[in-house]
């Protein structure tokens, strides 16, 4: 099949060898596919990203056992899809049929082991024209919804399981610092929640016009004024949540020096690098830190059903579309945040 592959810290487009499903899993065609800001970190930090997996240890200890990519071999990325069923590996139940378009969380289990779809060497992610899923896993598409808005299930549940994670009440203030994908998704989530004071902050122009349009109250460019001040304007008695969806070195420090005392700080974006801060800030204001990373099945299964039914217009957030043939320079478009927020690849367009 053709796909575009992640080789020698770039992408290219091959021929690689045809998926087949194993035990328990079908194959599936790849309809769309959404490029994940993990996936640009992938290319350009590799080897960043599993020695903080390592260091983590992230596959250790009882269970399955993870099966960690090598960036040295070939891997198909793209964990952000909808798919459409083509055939069934053994010991399948054909629950759904031949035909029908789904979602998955984008892990597969191959006896003890877990891979993550779009992050292993031997199972294909969705920058190619067919993949292998885990059957148990796979949601079927409501009828009506597009292949696009499926696709941004993905991404949109990671904001579901940052607001979770946060302990949100619809009585609390947010102020959402960073409004790419992950910001975007939180702001979305945040309105469905009923949270009536939200506040968003981004240097983007395009990016503050999105967030807008998916809840927030507020928008702040802050280079013009401290987003905080916003934030205590909106809501000045109201317990603040602050979510960080940046991922820049020096981001947490400065949210801690700006949070009013006994707030809540969520760090939502992926920051590569070594970061610092003086927890003598957040001490002395008694803050409270969280890390999030990801979601729970149900909060997937919950985004799908959100998007359905029109909870959530993730059509705004839909800025590009590409063949395989597009993905390479799709990667180096997304590096600009005036022009995009998701680009969708389309490996049969």
Do not use: W
Request: aromatic letters at 4%; glycine letters at 12%.
């Amino acid at each position: 099949m053709l796909a575009a592959v992640m080789r020698d810290s770039g992408i290219v487009l091959d021929t690689v060898s045809d998926p087949e499903p194993g035990s328990g899993e079908v194959l599936v065609k790849t309809l769309a596919c959404g490029i994940c800001g993990s996936d640009l970190h992938a290319l350009r930090h590799a080897d960043k990203m599993l020695e903080a997996a390592a260091e983590s240890g992230a596959g250790q200890g009882p269970g399955p056992s993870v099966v960690v990519m090598d960036p040295s071999r070939d891997v198909v990325l793209g964990h952000e899809f909808c798919a459409e069923i083509v055939d069934f590996g053994p010991n399948t139940t054909k629950r759904l049929k031949a035909g029908t378009r789904v979602v998955s969380v984008p892990l597969a289990f191959r006896g003890t082991s877990i891979h993550a779809v779009g992050y292993s060497n031997e199972l294909p992610g969705g920058y190619g024209e067919a993949m292998v899923l885990s059957e148990p896993l796979l949601l079927e598409v409501p009828n009506g919804l597009s292949t696009e808005r499926a696709a941004l299930t993905e991404p949109m549940a990671v904001g579901a399981h940052a607001v979770a994670k946060s302990g949100m009440g619809q009585g609390d203030a947010a102020l959402v610092v960073g409004c790419g994908p992950v910001g975007l998704a939180v702001i979305a989530a945040l309105r469905m929640l009923g949270v009536e004071a939200v506040v968003a902050a981004d240097y983007s122009p395009m990016r503050r016009r999105l967030a807008e349009g998916l809840g927030a109250h507020r928008v702040v460019d802050p280079a013009e004024r401290p987003a905080i001040d916003a934030l205590r304007e909106l809501a000045p008695f109201k317990p603040a949540v602050m979510f960080e969806c940046v991922g820049v070195p020096g981001v947490i420090q400065q949210m801690m020096k700006d949070a009013p005392r006994g707030a809540r700080i969520v760090v939502a974006g992926v920051c590569m690098e070594v970061d610092s801060f003086k927890p003598m800030i957040g001490i002395n204001k008694e803050l409270s830190l969280q890390f999030v990373l990801g979601y729970m099945p149900d909060e997937f299964a919950n985004t799908l059903r959100a998007i359905a039914e029109g909870e959530i217009d993730v059509d705004p957030l839909i800025t590009g579309r590409v063949g395989l043939e597009g993905v390479a320079g799709a990667f180096e478009d997304l590096a600009r945040p005036d022009e995009h927020a998701k680009i969708l690849v389309q490996p049969h367009s």
